[in-house]
């Protein structure tokens, strides 16, 4: 028994790694600009039009809380939005903990977009949230 749970382990691992690989389709100077919360920090005070934050929670998550200047696409599903982010901007996905972003970030790749960078999760910004009215 314990030998068909370890080999069942050893064939989901090689599905589980690609859910966790890390998207960076950003050229390799911007990547390294916003990795860190302070980098993407200030592209968020400069305004940086090339960027898109997107928070990939549920609406309510993303009322309570998000990165300032971020706009919330559940999932990164683009499909039903009226005014989706222009495909050739610069998309920065996170989520709450860093685990539902990086499908979300393959999922906005598939969808068209060009640029997707997928920065992990809000628990890792340490700076003051914006709150949205429900």
Known sequence: MKRKAFL?????LPLST??????????QGLSQEI??????R???ERKDPRF???DVRSPDEYAAG???KAINIPGGVTADMKDPPDKGKYIVVYCR??????AAGEKMLADGYKHVF???????WPYAQEVSPK
């Open 66 to 68: 998000h990165i300032p």
């Open 8 to 12: 069942s382990l050893l064939l989901l």
């Open 42 to 44: 200030a592209v968020v």
């Open 35 to 40: 990795r860190t919360p302070e980098g993407l």
């Open 18 to 27: 690609l859910t966790w690989a890390q998207t960076d389709t950003l050229p």
């Open 52 to 54: 898109v934050i997107v």
């Open 97 to 102: 903990g860093g685990m539902k972003s990086p």
């Open 118 to 124: 997928v920065w992990g999760g809000i628990v890792s």
